[in-house]
Nanobody, 122 residues
Framework: QVQLVESGVGSVQAGVTLRLSCAAT???????MAWFRQAPGKEREGVAF???????RYADFVKGRFTLSKDNAKNTVYLQMNSLKSEDTAMYYC?????????????????WGQGTQVTVSS
């Protein structure tokens, strides 16, 4: 069973940088890791995706500000968030899947972390 453990809870001012991490443990075959977020009253949305072939994709609303990286030795994926805005306030979730390419839909993911809150005040 796979477990995804996020860290990096933050309450920050707009404009600063915050890094989230997600460590995968357990026996697993994971080919895709991704970050999603969900703001109050809104649907969960994809932020960044990293599939097994090394492709990294970003949602338009974070391009140029957020960077996904991965440490294979630690089975950990990171999300560095620069120039944070108040509209980035949300619960951020790490997700993983066994598919070769990252699914676009939330319901297609096999595993989810518990979520970590990011609050950006202006």
């Amino acid at each position: 069973q796979v477990q995804l453990v996020e860290s990096g809870v933050g309450s920050v001012q707009a404009g600063v940088t915050l890094r989230l991490s997600c460590a995968a443990t357990g026996y697993y075959v994971i080919r895709c890791m991704a970050w999603f977020r969900q703001a109050p009253g809104k649907e969960r949305e994809g932020v960044a995706f990293n599939d097994n072939q090394g492709w990294i994709r970003y949602a338009d609303f974070v391009k140029g500000r957020f960077t996904l990286s991965k440490d294979n030795a630690k089975n950990t994926v990171y999300l560095q968030m620069n120039s944070l805005k108040s509209e980035d306030t949300a619960m951020y979730y790490c997700a993983a899947d066994r598919r070769w390419s990252c699914p676009a839909e939330v319901y297609d993911y096999d595993y989810w972390g518990q979520g970590t809150q990011v609050t950006v005040s202006s």
